[in-house]
């Protein structure tokens, strides 16, 4: 069982996510509160696996109970403002949920919780943290990024390849090309190194997804991508590492 704190200033909102949470098998509610101060005691007694916490509150803000939590407990943000999902998932939140919140969405966000806290939970006691971090999944791993006039998931999985242009980039997918206002740099450190690599001034490309390396040139489906000389001799490094 995945035990649960609920947190939100409002009776309402806390009376549903009882009611959510009494519906699925595998989450246990230990306690639905108004007052953020009690809720961050409980989090860090450690006592508790997953908090579905509100945003906008008026002692401690979701965001400022988030930052001193300091990742004791894995946490799925839930607000009627859209605007501060970015800021959550830079600190690390499960999901985001917009209120009024729908059961299957609901329901949705706490599969996803089951599948990042299950493993930590069965996990041998003298196993160390970067080792249970290492058994998280890469395949449910996922960045927000601003794109047009919305927030968009997406899932580091399905990246090919990653295309600077001065101020913008572009992701590039197998199903689609998402245009955000970013620098190569930022996203270089957000994307996980042992997955994704810097090639060239203008390129990241995803290591699981090169097809054929020639000369200075990597093949990534139809798309040809230049290796820079600044970038070749550690890209080669991590190629033969791997037994190429």
Known sequence: MIRCLVVDDEPLALNILEDYISKVPFL???K???NPIEALTKVQDGNIDLVFLDVQMPELTGIQ???IANGKTKVILTTAYPQYALEGYELDVVDY???PIAFDRFYKAAQKAQGIIKPALSAPAEQTPHVQQQQQDFMSDFIFVKSEHKIQKVYLHDILFIEGL???ISIFTDGERIITLQNMKKMEDTLPEKHFIRVHKSYIVALNKIDSIERSRIRIGDK???IGDTYR???FKI???KNV
Request: charged residues 35%; aromatic residues 12%; glycine residues 4%.
């Open 233 to 235: 001799d550690d890209f």
């Open 97 to 99: 949920l917009l209120k």
């Open 224 to 226: 040809i991508i230049p």
């Open 65 to 67: 109970f988030l930052k």
């Open 28 to 30: 246990e509610l230990v």
């Open 32 to 34: 639905a509160t108004t």
């Open 166 to 168: 001065k101020d913008y």
């Open 239 to 241: 190629i033969d590492g």
